[in-house]
């Protein structure tokens, strides 16, 4: 009989290659590596920013250069030299689009390889998108559909140049220069990202999505997002990664800021699958991420993230619930396979009256790998009636994985009400047999239980990209059978 | 359709299968009856291809072919279905969307497209009609909060989607009030045909009231120690087991 067990499962899970490790030759300007304040402005000098960019650029770098690393998350990895890295690189060829015939052939097949050509992303109803590739945007769409509506959607670079005066008014203001190693060290030569605002009332017709790619070999990726979401508006943002192999670990340490004004409403998306490392745990991207949301009165923010990639994950989208009546969400799904750590979680800071807080986390850890959930509950002593829902559930597969639960609770109001939930379950051979007996596959079934256990979040994500999702919860777990 | 020669089976060393013959037919219904400790379930688990076990002896023909090398979903696509004494539940995962994913690699494994959803609704309607299952029932999750009853109700229905040849049901009525006994009974029966065979296990004549068995075989200590027409079963009801064992001495 041939027996499929989940031995055999965890040897195809090693031997699965990374299906977008392929690296495209584009010709790219790269600054040498290193960095001081001399770098700083010149990475803002290529950008031909104003004046008080390059100040707040330095001011952060000044800031950046007094801090350790920090060293309390569940990760262990040898530390990065920061003077080992180039911070600038940008493709060469620069184009200025007017078409998509106009576009790198070789850079056409990279996003066809990708499975998100722009041919197709056009078509694709209400989706708008900005490609950053290598830390310059190099095509965008849609921008006429969104301006008649008076939304501006772009690179940050390009904001900083054309609505200086938003971009000073909001960047560093969620998320300061100072407050952490990662974003300080981002803020300082951070090399482009999106700029989105929503005016005031204006419901966002289209799902606004992002794709980031790391394609240069040495070069870390520093992005900077910003999405301010005028009075009463709302907007739903997408943000997808995924990284070609490569075998020195590369560093990626984004900044993703949200403002969300009275009545306001904020929902990002995000798909990060990283290049994860290979089987023995060799290369692989480190994601060490800064996000935060800052809400004001009735003001609504909610974090999806479906992270499936990165040897390293650091990262705990966060919401400020500032003003009354504010509410703030995290759908999480982690998935960790061969020699993969992550250290993933929120932290919901209670400030105003009546504040609501949802936390619903999945982890699935496989192979050899760490998956933990860290998260914050704050309520401040002026929170009246704070409300918060913690559910964490870890789905284990073999016996030489782990999955970690710290969660942190911090009450000064006596009003608030807090729950927390936590299961930890394993892959039961009588589910696989139960599901083979109906003549489903192994592998099938493995796929049919993990979307069952990541449902409650699956459903939370925009529907043309929860299928994509769960396809990618196919491939990182599933090997590649037949 | 099933030929079972000379079976023997055991699991971490302990033997329960002890050279079990089994011949069932198309169109014909069999009772398998006996004690606690039989091998009852150990039978039902083998056909279907549960791997826990050392067959150390014997063969399985389905239909003249030898399907013990086969995989359990294998022998799925080749039209053998067991209902699940204790069904297992999982979460998150819709009765639709299990049997859709069914259906569909059983169609895969025969080189077939996934079925159009217009006709899969359509018979999800019938079949779900024919159980009496509510609607809303479909759309949660797998066994998760199931009553005994909805469990074993919603394999007959999964049996009913799937239209298998042979079809073990292991102790099916255990768990049943009368009336889903009753519910899953006449389901069964209606989805009887000359075409494929049905293998009741149960310790009780209870169920047999409602399918009605061409023969009646008692399992005892790992073999098929005797076989009769459905008024086996009674005189068992009336007799109880220990008859069969003294019989045997």
Redesign the interface.
Known sequence: MSKYTEEDLEKELKTKEYEYGFYTDIESETFAKGLNEDVVRAISKKKNEPEWMTEWRLEAYRVWKKMTEPDWANVHYPKPNFQDIAYYSAPKKKPKLNSLDEVDPDLLDTFKKLGISIDEQKKLANVAVDIVMDSVSVATTFKKTLGEKGIIFMPISEAIQEHPELVKKYLGTVVPTSDNFYAALNSAVFSDGSFCYIPKGVKCPMELSTYFRINEGGTGQFERTLVVADEGSYVSYLEGCTAPQRDENQLHAAVVELVAMDDAEIKYSTVQNWFPGDENGKGGVFNFVTKRGLCETNAKISWTQVETGSAVTWKYPSCILKGNNSVGEFYSIAVTNHYQQADTGTKMIHLGKNTKSTIISKGISAGKSQNSYRGLVQINSRAENARNFSQCDSLLMGNACGAHTFPYIETKNKSAQIEHEATTSKIGEDQLFYCNQRGIDTEKAIALIVNGFSKEVLNKLPMEFAVEAQKLLEISLEGSVG | MLKINNLHASIDEKSILKGLNLEVNAGEVHAIMGPNGAGKSTFANIV?????YD?SNGTIELNGEDI??????E???NG???S?QY??E????SVT???K???N??RK?RGLEDMPAKDMLKKIREKSELLEIDRKFLSR?LNEGFSGGEKKRNEIF?MAM?EPKLAILDETDSGLDIDALRIVANGVNKLKSKDNAVIVITHYQRLLDYIVPDFVHVLHDGKIVKTGDASLALELEAKGYDWIKKELV
Do not use: M, W, Y
Not at chain 2, 48 to 52: R, V, Y
């Open positions: 279907a291809g549960k791997e826990d067959v013990s090398e086969l995989a359990p979903e022998r799925a696509h053998v279905f067991l699940f069904p297992v999982i979460p998150g995962v969307n299990f049997i994913t069914a259906i690699e059983s494994a999750s999964q799937l």
